[in-house]
Nanobody, 119 residues
Framework: QVQLVESGGGLVQPGGSLRLSCAAT????????MGWYHQAPGKQRELVAVVTSDGSSYYADSVKGRFTISRDNAKNMVYLQMNSLESEDTAVYYC?????????????WGQGTQVTVSS
């Protein structure tokens, strides 16, 4: 069974940094796009950043220049380095991955990790 396991959330002051990690575990053939989404209270889940299997990345305008997405294909992991955090970044952050399994390609989600930016 494929799972995405996230870690690295927490409480940080404005201007601070956090690094989120997400590991894909279980049995599968390959991972295509990996990414991070966030969902603030009362709002819809939104794309933060994605990275393709060949390393191309895309960022939401609100995080460009502050966040960096990266992946380690050998470890089946994706990371989100978040710098210059703002109160508006407070949300639950979810890892997402498109994974090819023996029964076909599926989109998987992590359980979510809380990021709170507050003084």
């Amino acid at each position: 069974q494929v799972q995405l396991v996230e870690s690295g959330g927490g409480l940080v002051q404005p201007g601070g940094s956090l690094r989120l990690s997400c590991a894909a575990t279980g049995s599968f053939f390959s991972i295509d796009t990996m990414g991070w989404y966030h969902q603030a209270p009362g709002k819809q889940r939104e794309l933060v950043a994605v990275v393709t299997s060949d390393g191309s990345s895309y960022y939401a305008d609100s995080v460009k220049g502050r966040f960096t997405i990266s992946r380690d294909n050998a470890k089946n992991m994706v990371y989100l380095q978040m710098n210059s955090l703002e109160s508006e970044d407070t949300a639950v952050y979810y890892c997402n991955a498109h994974i090819l399994t023996a029964t076909g390609p599926y989109a998987y989600w992590g359980q979510g990790t809380q990021v709170t930016v507050s003084s």
